[in-house]
Every structure is written in C-alpha cells, then in structure tokens.
C-alpha cells in the first residue's frame, strides 16, 4: 500500500492551469508550494506540473509567487539585503543550458568581493552541468557557510561567503527527485530560473546569467516585483552565436534590469578586442573549472576566461554603485585583479573552510 498522500488540489490546480496555457496568479503560484515541498506527494504528479508549467512558460509574476513561498519557508541567513553598511551582492546563473562552461560567476563573485562589495552568493551543485558553484568551490578548498552564524563569520573574515542552497532550503527537497526525473530525460524546469531567486541574504545587488534570452525580461520582472533595487539579468553569447549563460566579450550581450530603481535594456556586441575562443571557456569538470578560475584570480590564465570574469564582475561593481558605468566596472575589476587582491581573498576564504566541511 502507497503511503503517498493524494494530489494537493493547489497542485493539480496549478497543472490544470498551466496546460490550458492560463497564467498562475501570485496568490496560485504561492499555494502549490506546499505540495511542491511535501515529500509525500508522488514525484510524478510533481513531474507533471513541473512540464506542464515549462511547456507554457514561466511568466515574471509566477516565478516571483513561488520565491516568495519558498523564501518564506527558507532557514534564517541573520541578515537582509546589506552588510556592514554596504549593499550585499549575488552572482547567480540559472543554470539550464547543458553546456560545460567554466563557473564564471564564480570567480566573478570573488573579484567584486576583492574589490569591496560584500558578497553573499547562493548556489548548488551541477543538475545539468558537470560543475555548478558548489561543486567548483569544493575544488577551490572553499567550504559553505552551514547557517547564519557561519554566513556572518565568513563575511566578516572575508567579505565573500557561499549558501549552499540545501542548507537553507529543506523545502526544495520535495522537488529533487522530480527535477532528477527530468534531469534525466534531458528538459528544463522552471526551477532553474527559481534558484537564483531565492537567495535567503536577500542581497539588494544582484546579477543573474541565463541561457535563453526571452527569460531575462522574465526574471528582469520578478526581481522587480520582489524588490531588488539594483539588478541585471545578462544574456552572452560566444563568437559563434551560441548562449553561455554569463557576459561574454566573445559575442553579443544583453542585460536587463534597474539601477537605483532605473529600468535599462542594454545591447552590447562582440568586442573589438575579444580574444580567444569559447572552447577556452569549457571545463569538463568541477577540477578544470577551478583550475581556470584559479589561474585568473593569480594573474594569468586564459584571455577568453580572464575577460568574461572581469565583465562579469564589472557587472556587480557597477550595480553597486562603486563604478559609474560599465567600463569602470571592469576597469575596476581588472585592477583588482592585477593587485593581487582576488587572490588574497580566495586564499582568506580557504584558511576560513578549513575543517569546516563536512
């Protein structure tokens, strides 16, 4: 006998709704997380919202309802939005694409903290990639923060700390074996567009990387709606058209978003001075991604991988409001680089994880 309980009506309501191609509204969205979250509803009723919902498409309004809900039922992080006085910042991608491409946010998030922006950055291990955040950073020798005394003392120490999104998300275990299911048979779900959303530091600066261009307005709108003052959802693609998922110098760029609460839409093309190929950017595992991330932060590595960090980390410094415009960003941020300050703060970061993992 199954002890699986029955399909909460939010959700079937929800499914319901999503194949008749009817947007959710945000009270709708808020509802059905409850039987998301419960472990004990069947997996493949939850399968079958979750394609149902990609199969529509997620709207802003959606996403920011079911953030929303799960933030409420998020472990504390201690803070909201600032530290020491300062905006707090997320480097965040959705993830998504399938392609093995370096954890550029990564490394981005380290530069921008190295250059004074207190960082909080939220993130998991790879589900359709082989190296998501957690796993490079487990590479690198950098532990995550396990709860807000830890998120406290590591940005204290260091000005750079990692939330590793089970630590403080139990809720989002009621969804791994459906988003595995799927993960498996090679489809998306919208919780890739979810996760960087629901950051529980609630940073006020926020950067996100997304693989398909019609979701930047998407999350553009639920940041929006959330509250996030200064944000930019970016969109890059490599010399030869293809997504990456962060800025790249490679090919065209897009970000979307606001600044001190001003809406921007801005188009950028390839760069005058790209240098290499998107092949540098690859990284078939957690260990070359943290290599390459690693030869950049001492000074060197790949041009290709070099640029995309400091675009990306010009991003945040921009956002911040401690450049004027993007080209100081990455001025800044390759400054940082060139001081020797990225790598002193990832070495800060490795002497605080030790014996800190589990």
């Known amino acids: 006998m199954s002890c699986e309980r029955t399909v909460p009506e939010a ?60 933030l409420a039922r998020a472990r504390p992080a201690g803070l909201s939005g600032r530290w020491g006085g300062h905006p707090l910042a997320d480097t965040c991608g959705t993830g998504g694409g399938g392609r093995s491409i370096v954890n550029i946010s990564t490394a981005a998030a380290v530069v921008a903290a190295a ?53 403080f998300h139990p809720a989002f275990a009621g969804v791994a074996g459906a988003r595995k299911i799927m993960a498996a048979q090679g489809k998306r779900t919208g919780f890739h567009l979810l996760g960087p959303l629901v950051n529980p530091a609630r940073p006020e600066v926020r950067m996100i990387g997304v693989f398909r261009e019609e979701d ?30 962060e800025l790249s110098p490679l090919g065209r760029n897009r970000l979307v978003g606001a600044l001190r609460g001003k ?18 950017l690859e990284a078939g595992d957690a260990k070359e991604s943290a290599t390459k991330i690693t030869e950049v932060l001492e000074g060197g590595g790949l041009p290709a991988v ?8 010009g991003v945040i410094l921009w956002l911040a409001g401690v450049a004027k415009d993007l080209a100081e960003g990455r001025k800044k941020a390759e400054e940082t680089i060139r001081k020797g300050a990225a790598r002193a703060l990832l070495e800060r970061w490795k002497t605080w994880s030790r014996g800190k993992f589990v």
């Not at 947007?23 to 399968?47: I, R, T």
């Not at 809406?263 to 540098?280: K, L």
């Open 11 to 70: 959700l079937a309501r929800a499914t319901q709704h999503c194949r008749a191609r009817r947007e959710m509204s945000v009270q709708e969205a808020e509802d059905l997380v409850a039987g998301l979250a419960d472990p004990g509803v069947a997996d493949a009723a939850k399968v079958e919202f979750l394609l149902a919902w990609a199969e529509k498409g997620e709207t802003a309004g959606e996403l920011a309802g079911l953030a929303r809900a799960f």
């Open 115 to 167: 250059a004074g922006i207190p960082v909080a950055k939220h993130g998991n291990r790879g589900v359709t990639r082989p190296s998501g955040s957690a796993d490079a950073l487990t590479v690198l020798g950098v532990a995550a923060a396990k709860d807000a005394g830890e998120l406290a003392d590591c940005l204290g120490q260091v000005g750079c700390s990692f939330l590793f999104a089970p630590n």
């Open 216 to 245: 930047a307005e998407k999350l553009a709108g639920a940041l929006a709606s959330l509250g996030c003052d200064s944000y930019a959802v970016v969109f890059g693609e490599d010399e030869k058209g293809a997504p990456l998922g």
């Open 263 to 280: 809406a921007f839409d801005v188009t950028e093309a390839r760069s005058p001075a790209a240098r290499g190929h998107s092949g540098d």
């Open 306 to 313: 070099h640029d995309a960090v400091v675009w990306n980390a």
